[in-house]
């Protein structure tokens, strides 16, 4: 079946540092896929989704390349600041309807100064 | 950006009583609304999709007499919890679609339920 694995947190960075949270995922057909972030209080927000195989989506200076060949969806930064610290959750939608959102389990990441 | 509330945060309650949790759409309305369940580290787990004025669609699994959820208008959704028990403490999260841009989805900040 459909299913997202994410890299277990947390995450623990320095103020600056490059930044890499892992997201695979196995589906059928061509899923869209999306990372979403949650900041402490607030809802989800969507950060950046890329459509198709090879597409780079790219938000906030946040960047994921979907690929096909490795069924993956990485989320990298280069460099990291304080208020990036939250929940990231990888996702992918399946059934031809961008509201039916297979979710991750979320990786927070804390930023240190 | 739109904004999607959800009412309360927090509620605790005791076992066999039902609690009800709020979902607005403050400044689009939202015809699609969902419901999702979190269970500490883990996913966010689909539960329904409510639809304004009709009756909503479950996920396979997901017991519709015991989580009841009422589309009423195009800005508010609601999920009742009936007789709970402890097995249906978590974190419980609505989303909203909105229409006017290219279906994007908004989500509530979450209700945490902890019943005792």
């Known amino acids: 079946g459909n299913s997202v694995t994410q890299m277990e947190g947390p995450v623990t960075l320095s103020e600056e540092a490059f930044l890499t949270i892992n997201c695979t995922y196995t589906?059928?057909?061509?899923?869209?896929l999306f990372w979403y972030v949650q900041y402490p209080g607030e809802g989800l927000q969507l950060l950046l989704k890329a459509t198709k195989a090879d597409d780079k989506g790219s938000n906030k200076g946040f960047e994921a390349t979907y690929r096909k060949e490795t069924t993956s969806f990485h989320l990298e930064k280069g460099s990291v600041q304080v208020s990036d610290s939250a929940v990231y959750f990888c996702?992918?939608?399946?059934?031809?309807?961008?509201?039916?959102?297979?979710f991750g389990t979320g990786t927070l990441l804390a930023v240190q100064p | 950006g739109a904004v999607v509330s959800q009412h309360p945060s927090r509620v605790i309650c005791k076992s066999g009583t039902s609690v009800k949790i709020e979902c607005r759409s403050l400044d689009f309305q939202a015809t699609t609304m969902f419901w999702y369940r979190q269970f500490p580290k883990q996913s966010l787990m689909l539960m329904a999709t409510s639809n304004e004025g009709s009756k909503a669609t479950y996920e396979q699994g997901v017991e519709k007499d015991k989580f009841l959820i009422n589309h009423a208008s195009l800005t508010l959704s609601t999920l009742t919890v009936t007789s709970a028990h402890p097995e249906d403490s978590s974190f419980y999260i609505c989303s909203a679609l909105d229409r006017r841009n290219t279906g994007e989805l908004f989500f509530g900040e979450g209700s945490r339920l902890t019943v005792l």
């Open positions: 996702a992918l939608n399946y059934g031809g309807a961008t509201n039916k959102l297979i």
């Open positions: 589906a059928t057909g061509y899923p869209s």
